[in-house]
């Protein structure tokens, strides 16, 4: 492949047969930006599990130190407190780019980070998002769909800068040459998830553990796709892995209605929980469920976690950071 990046890094697993016998093989070096927040924190844990060296570059917007503390004092973990927005010097191997809250970062961080991966010929992983379909047409969503976003709505700063942070990926992919990975993930939950993010899981479980009422938002009737955090991150390291460039939808085609996560929550946490419904919010799409055949087929990925098993593990990790009194990071 003639637009593969050759890559200059001794000791790195692309430097594949030349490492004499006998040797020990060392692993990659891999930047995680967003590496403090919920996803990536978790992704930093199977990567430094796996033998590699991690920095995580993360500005603590949303993140937080105390996901990746346990890490504190391991040679191969390194922390950066940086805005992906400013440039940044680094020589790696890969780069998983998670961080993202507002389209600034979208756009700019994303800039930045591929020139960054061209620069010293890394791969490149992108955190895009269902979103992207915006309020779609066609269900469940295919790769292959271009989406209905509002451009001018309340939503769209988010939605319209992952789109732009994709063709970004993809001119620098064509234009010169970076080995990128596009990923287009579906609402995902877990352990170490922001716990006043305003989302409907952890609202819901924060609700429920704090005996006030469920918020529904709407007729409760809209519809999206769970995902566990672990289901994610694995996804997310074969689609680095992998030799395609995407896009791949990552979720778990397991779809449900408010109402009915409402139903679960209160199956899992306390079936007197009441439901409260509330007026929903502008733009809010009426249904979102993965299509992941080409997932499948080309990563040989699957979600193994339905919603009924990865709540309660969600839900331990909630009652421990809202009651406890000690620290859990949801190892
Ligand atoms: P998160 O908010 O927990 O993590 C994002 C991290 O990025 C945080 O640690 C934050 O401090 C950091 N960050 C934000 N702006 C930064 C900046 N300018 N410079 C450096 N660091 C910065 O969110 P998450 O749920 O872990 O999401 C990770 C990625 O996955 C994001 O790109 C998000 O868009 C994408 N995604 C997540 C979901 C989901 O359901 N969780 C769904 C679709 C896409
Ligand atoms: N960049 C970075 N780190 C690097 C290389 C580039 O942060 O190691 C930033 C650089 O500051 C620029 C962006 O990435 O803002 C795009 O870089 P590229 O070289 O593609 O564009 P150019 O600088 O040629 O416009
Ligand atoms: N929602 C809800 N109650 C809440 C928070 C959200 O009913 O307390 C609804 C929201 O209107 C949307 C769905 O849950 O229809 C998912 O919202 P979230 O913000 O979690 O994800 P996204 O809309 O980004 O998929």
């Given at each position: 492949?003639?637009?593969?990046?050759?890559?200059?890094?001794?000791?790195?697993?692309?430097?594949?047969?030349?490492?004499?016998?006998?040797?020990?093989?060392?692993?990659?070096?891999?930047?995680?930006?967003?590496?403090?927040?919920?996803?990536?924190?978790?992704?930093?844990?199977?990567?430094?599990?796996?033998?590699?060296?991690?920095?995580?570059?993360?500005?603590?917007?949303?993140?937080?130190?105390?996901?990746?503390?346990?890490?504190?004092?391991?040679?191969?973990?390194?922390?950066?407190?940086?805005?992906?927005?400013?440039?940044?010097?680094?020589?790696?191997?890969?780069?998983?780019?998670?961080?993202?809250?507002?389209?600034?970062?979208?756009?700019?961080?994303?800039?930045?980070?591929?020139?960054?991966?061209?620069?010293?010929?890394?791969?490149?992983?992108?955190?895009?998002?269902?979103?992207?379909?915006?309020?779609?047409?066609?269900?469940?969503?295919?790769?292959?769909?271009?989406?209905?976003?509002?451009?001018?709505?309340?939503?769209?700063?988010?939605?319209?800068?992952?789109?732009?942070?994709?063709?970004?990926?993809?001119?620098?992919?064509?234009?010169?040459?970076?080995?990128?990975?596009?990923?287009?993930?579906f609402?995902?939950?877990?352990?170490?998830?922001?716990?006043?993010?305003?989302?409907?899981?952890?609202?819901?479980?924060?609700?429920?553990?704090?005996?006030?009422?469920?918020?529904?938002?709407?007729?409760?009737?809209?519809?999206r796709s769970f995902?566990?955090?672990?289901?994610?991150?694995?996804?997310?390291?074969?689609?680095?892995?992998?030799?395609?460039?995407?896009?791949?939808?990552?979720g778990n085609p397991g779809e449900?209605?408010?109402?009915?996560?409402?139903?679960?929550?209160?199956?899992?946490?306390?079936?007197?929980?009441?439901?409260?419904?509330?007026?929903?919010?502008?733009?809010?799409?009426?249904?979102r469920k993965p299509?992941?055949?080409?997932?499948?087929?080309?990563?040989?990925?699957?979600?193994?976690?339905?919603?009924?098993?990865?709540?309660?593990?969600?839900?331990?990790?909630?009652?421990?950071?809202?009651?406890?009194?000690?620290?859990?990071?949801?190892?």
């Amino acid at each position: 492949n003639p637009r593969r990046p050759v890559y200059r890094f001794a000791g790195s697993l692309n430097s594949g047969g030349k490492i004499p016998l006998g040797l020990k093989r060392k692993g990659l070096r891999i930047v995680v930006t967003g590496g403090a927040g919920f996803v990536g924190s978790h992704l930093v844990d199977r990567l430094i599990a796996r033998g590699d060296s991690v920095i995580v570059v993360d500005n603590f917007f949303t993140g937080n130190k105390d996901n990746v503390m346990h890490h504190f004092g391991n040679p191969r973990f390194e922390l950066i407190r940086h805005d992906v927005v400013e440039p940044l010097l680094l020589e790696v191997d890969q780069i998983y780019h998670l961080a993202c809250p507002a389209s600034p970062t979208n756009v700019v961080g994303t800039l930045n980070m591929l020139g960054l991966a061209k620069r010293v010929g890394a791969k490149f992983l992108l955190t895009s998002t269902s979103e992207v379909y915006g309020d779609p047409l066609q269900h469940p969503q295919v790769e292959t769909y271009w989406g209905n976003v509002n451009p001018i709505g309340v939503r769209s700063c988010y939605d319209e800068g992952k789109r732009t942070a994709e063709t970004l990926a993809m001119d620098y992919h064509r234009g010169a040459g970076v080995e990128v990975r596009i990923a287009r993930i579906f609402n995902t939950y877990g352990p170490r998830m922001c716990i006043d993010d305003g989302r409907v899981v952890s609202n819901f479980v924060a609700q429920a553990l704090r005996k006030e009422p469920l918020t529904v938002y709407g007729d409760g009737k809209q519809t999206r796709s769970f995902q566990f955090v672990s289901d994610l991150v694995e996804g997310l390291m074969r689609l680095m892995e992998g030799e395609h460039v995407g896009p791949f939808n990552l979720g778990n085609p397991g779809e449900f209605t408010m109402l009915e996560l409402a139903q679960v929550v209160q199956e899992t946490i306390d079936p007197n929980a009441k439901i409260e419904f509330r007026p929903n919010t502008e733009d809010d799409p009426h249904k979102r469920k993965p299509d992941i055949t080409k997932a499948k087929d080309l990563l040989g990925w699957e979600p193994k976690v339905p919603l009924r098993k990865g709540l309660p593990m969600m839900v331990s990790d909630f009652r421990q950071r809202i009651f406890g009194d000690h620290k859990d990071n949801g190892a």
